[in-house]
Every structure is written in C-alpha cells, then in structure tokens.
C-alpha cells in the first residue's frame, strides 16, 4: 500500500522558515518526481514546485520562487520543502504528490499524502 505522510506544518511568525517532510512507504521516492501543492481555503490547488527523479532537477511556481527550496534525501525516502521569508498569504495546507513527471498540474499525480497546516500569523 502506498502512502506518502507530510509532516512539519506549524504555526509560523511572518518572515520566519519551516521545512516541510513528505515521507513514503510503499513507493521508493527517487523512482518518482515529487511535487509540493498547496490549498487556501476557498481556492484552488496550486502548485508550489516539484522535483524530478534522476537528475533531481527542480521546477517551482511563481509564488515560491526565490523563497523555497525542494530536496530529497533517498536514503531516507523521504523529500523536503523549505520554506523561507514566509508571509500569510503562504497559509494553507500543505500536500505532497508522486508522478513520473515533474509538473505543477494537480491532474498529473495519481498519489497523495492527507495534508499539512502550515499558518503564517503573528
């Protein structure tokens, strides 16, 4: 059974950094490109970047550009998402995603992990 486990969201004071873990059980992560998503309520997913398998080249969405960074550590099966210089409009939840593509449309990924809050306020 696959499951993808993000864990890391936080309550957070604006400008402040959080990094964020996707973990995986049934799938070998560095097979797989890895996005990060996110979901405001009352909005859309949107893509905040993704990580291809093999050259682990990165792609990442206008609003995370220059402010987050995705990485992974195989050994640990595991792909990360920093977050810096993080402001309220970065509030939401938070999923990671696996396909064979690195692409920043939802309708790419056919596994999901549940979630996590990540809340920008002082």
């Known amino acids: 059974q696959v499951q993808l486990v993000e864990s890391g969201g936080d309550l957070v004071q604006p400008g402040g950094s959080l990094r964020l873990s996707c973990a995986a059980s049934g799938l070998t992560l560095d097979r797989y490109a890895i996005a990060w998503f996110r979901q405001a309520p009352g909005k859309e997913r949107e893509g905040v970047g993704c990580i291809s398998f093999g050259d682990d080249r990165t792609v990442y969405g206008g609003s995370a550009k220059g402010r987050f960074i995705i990485s992974r550590d195989n050994a640990k099966n595991t792909v990360y998402l920093q977050m810096n210089s993080l402001n309220p409009e970065d509030t939401a939840v938070y999923y990671c995603?696996?396909?064979?593509?690195?692409?920043?449309?939802?309708?790419?990924?056919?596994?999901w992990g549940q979630g996590t809050q990540v809340t920008v306020s002082s």
């Open positions: 995603a696996a396909s064979g593509i690195c692409s920043l449309y939802v309708d790419m990924y056919g596994y």
